[in-house]
């Protein structure tokens, strides 16, 4: 009997679905709150602090409210700090975006309280008995509410998940291929309980929406454009969503993942966890190392569509969730998106400073994100779709005839 039959007939003895089963070699080996690197350092996603970046708005709302005694030379002084605490700002996420592709912020603005009211709102909802909860139950035409069968990379997510739209909706296209002419609404879909859900998942999706804008202008302004460079994408809709992910406790967490090793293949992801543990982020070179859980701090990481447009600069990263068998887990990504009729490729700007080839043929993100949900949504049996499938160019920047890209 192999070795991969062995662990079917514990998982059946423990009634747990086969598809829940990760392929040997891409089983957790570090646990859920270990966060030492194979020669026991600590290895750490940087922190950032964006104090000056929320005094910098606090000083805006005074000055419309003030008098105007200030001298005008102090104001002066003040500004020109103000404008170096930022220039700063803006180097340390670009070389975080580099570097890592990872990176924590602290001093946020984000209310602890709205934290909390999330994470009580949560915790009353996925505590329901399942059809309760399978009430608000996503389909295949409405990508939006509660799920218990999400895969990644066609492997069983050993989680439960919420979605819903900061906008209330998403508009994808009907079929891929039909450049955005039909699209098919999905729907948020709230829950009678808790009856305080939606307001309190609104009022977090708009503070978090306003955290990611200000990071999507510091990340512009790290790639020398300006601050709103990309809001335009945005306009008029965008596809935000955000997500409340419940990893119950696991008999196996050796043989199953709250979440296989996946890259976002979107803009931004900016998620809060709670104190439990379990994010890993696979290193430069091909380590994995844990983000240790803090209480103040969002992990914001860049997803495919800053690969693109930067052109490799700035790369998304393989991470993954890794269960346990002692405490459940809670975390809230927002899935930060542009509008699903963006058409995505390397900037000209960006492509102009570097003198460099694209090295990725234009797509259509709506398309892709449709896609994407579809091949999460059961096992499709067939590799998911990726942003290497629109690789182009590598030969000439490799120098090397027919080697497969590596991203
Ligand atoms: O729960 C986490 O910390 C990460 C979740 C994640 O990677 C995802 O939902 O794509």
């Not at 915790?123 to 389909?139: C, G, H, I, M, W």
């Not at 948020?188 to 990071?215: D, H, I, M, Y």
């Not at 996946?262 to 998620?271: I, N, Q, S, Y």
Request: charged share 25%; glycine share 6%; with cysteine.
């Amino acid at each position: 009997m192999g070795v991969q039959q062995d662990h079917h007939d514990i998982l059946e003895t423990l009634q747990i679905d086969p598809e829940f089963l990760v392929q040997q070699e891409h089983r957790p080996t570090l646990k859920y709150n270990d966060y030492k690197t194979a020669v026991g350092q600590h290895h750490v996603v940087p922190v950032i602090d964006l104090s000056p970046l929320t005094s910098k708005k606090k000083k805006k709302k005074e000055k419309k409210s003030s008098s105007g005694l200030e001298s005008s030379s102090a104001l002066t002084q003040q500004e020109h700090d103000a404008h170096s605490s930022i220039h700063n700002l803006v180097e340390q996420v670009g070389k975080a975006c580099e570097e890592w592709g990872f990176f924590q912020v602290i001093n946020h603005g984000v209310s602890l309280s709205l934290l909390e009211e999330l994470e009580t709102n949560a915790q009353s909802f996925f505590a329901l008995p399942l059809q309760e909860k399978a009430k608000v139950r996503r389909t295949f035409e409405n990508s939006l509410g509660y799920y218990d069968r999400e895969h990644t990379k066609n492997v069983r997510d050993w989680k439960e998940v919420f979605d819903f739209a900061t906008s209330g909706m998403l508009q994808l296209p009907a079929d891929v291929g039909s450049e955005g002419k039909q699209v098919i609404s999905h729907t948020n879909q709230w829950p009678e309980n808790p009856s305080t859900l939606r307001e309190v998942c609104e009022n977090w999706s708009k503070a978090v929406e306003g955290l990611a804008f200000e990071l999507l202008g510091l990340i512009s302004q790290s790639l020398g454009l300006p601050a709103t460079y990309f809001h335009k994408f945005w306009e008029p809709d965008d596809s935000n969503f955000i997500r409340m992910n419940y990893y119950p406790k696991c008999p196996m967490p050796n043989l199953t993942l709250g979440v296989t090793r996946h890259k976002d293949a979107g803009c931004l992801t900016v998620l809060v966890q709670d104190e439990v543990g379990g994010l890993q982020v696979r290193c430069k070179n091909g380590e994995w190392i844990g983000i240790r859980p803090q209480r103040d701090a969002f992990v914001v990481n860049v997803g495919d569509l800053f690969q693109v447009w930067s052109n490799d600069r700035y790369k998304s990263v393989e991470h993954r969730v890794v269960v346990n068998d002692n405490k459940p887990r809670f975390s809230f990504p927002l899935f930060f998106n542009p509008s699903p009729r963006t058409n995505v490729a390397p900037l000209p700007e960006l492509l102009l400073c570097g003198d460099q080839v694209p090295l990725y043929r234009p797509y259509n993100w709506g398309e892709f994100m449709k896609t994407k949900k579809g091949s999460n949504f059961k096992n499709m049996g067939v590799e998911n779709l990726q942003i290497y499938h629109f690789a182009i160019n590598r030969d000439e920047k490799r120098g090397q005839v027919g080697t497969p890209p590596i991203l």
